[in-house]
T-cell receptor, first 113, second 116 residues
Framework: GDSVTQMEGPVTLSEEAFLTINCTYTATGYPSLFWYVQYPGEGLQLLLKATKADDKGSNKGFEATYRKETTSFHLEKGSVQVSDSAVYFC????????????FGQGTTLQVKP | DAGVIQSPRHEVTEMGQEVTLRCKPISGHNSLFWYRQTMMRGLELLIYFNNNVPIDDSGMPEDRFSAKMPNASFSTLKIQPSEPRDSAVYFC??????????????FGPGTRLTVL
């Protein structure tokens, strides 16, 4: 079945370090891919998305490129801030009609000053 | 826009009691999703509705769980009787379908449920 696998956390970085959170997926169709972020005590928010192969989603300095050949959608940021500390979820939708998201297990990022 | 509204934000109850969680989706959104989040199992989709009709409830853990959407602006998730293992954060999300592209899901702040 369809699934998403993320690198295990927690990921601990110093401020201004480079961030990569790996995400790979398995899907029977042609999924759309998403990164959601969850700040402490809050619900999830969409961070970025990509709907077809080679698309790059970007927002708030974060980027992820839809790689069909490697079935990956890795999240990157060149210089993290303490305010980026949160849990990051990779997700996919196979059928845009249903909108049913399949989430990875989440990766906790902690950025230290 | 007020966003997705959930109530209560926190609920503490005793085992065996009935618990009702409430959700008001964003106006104009016609899909609604209930999720449960725990440390052990992560984020799980329990059930979702399109145009007030339940489409997929395969994630509902057992018969103790039920969900309704009597109209486009309100949904409930009920647990009866509750058990300690139901302790979790329950999220509601809504989405607008029928537009071009892939519609984003908007999440509420969640209800933190503790069953003693």
């Amino acid at each position: 079945g369809d699934s998403v696998t993320q690198m295990e956390g927690p990921v601990t970085l110093s401020e201004e370090a480079f961030l990569t959170i790996n995400c790979t997926y398995t899907a029977t169709g042609y999924p759309s891919l998403f990164w959601y972020v969850q700040y402490p005590g809050e619900g999830l928010q969409l961070l970025l998305k990509a709907t077809k192969a080679d698309d790059k989603g970007s927002n708030k300095g974060f980027e992820a490129t839809y790689r069909k050949e490697t079935t990956s959608f890795h999240l990157e940021k060149g210089s993290v801030q303490v305010s980026d500390s949160a849990v990051y979820f990779c997700a996919l939708i196979v059928s845009s009609n249903t909108g049913k998201l399949i989430f990875g297990q989440g990766t906790t990022l902690q950025v230290k000053p | 826009d007020a966003g997705v509204i959930q109530s209560p934000r926190h609920e503490v109850t005793e085992m065996g009691q009935e618990v009702t969680l409430r959700c008001k989706p964003i106006s104009g959104h016609n899909s609604l999703f209930w999720y449960r989040q725990t440390m052990m199992r992560g984020l799980e989709l329990l059930i979702y509705f399109n145009n007030n009709v339940p489409i997929d409830d395969s994630g509902m853990p057992e018969d103790r769980f039920s969900a309704k959407m009597p109209n486009a602006s309100f949904s409930t998730l009920k647990i009866q009787p509750s058990e300690p293992r139901d302790s979790a954060v329950y999220f509601c999300a809504s989405r607008r379908t029928g537009t071009s592209g892939v519609g984003e899901q908007f999440f509420g702040p969640g209800t933190r449920l503790t069953v003693l």
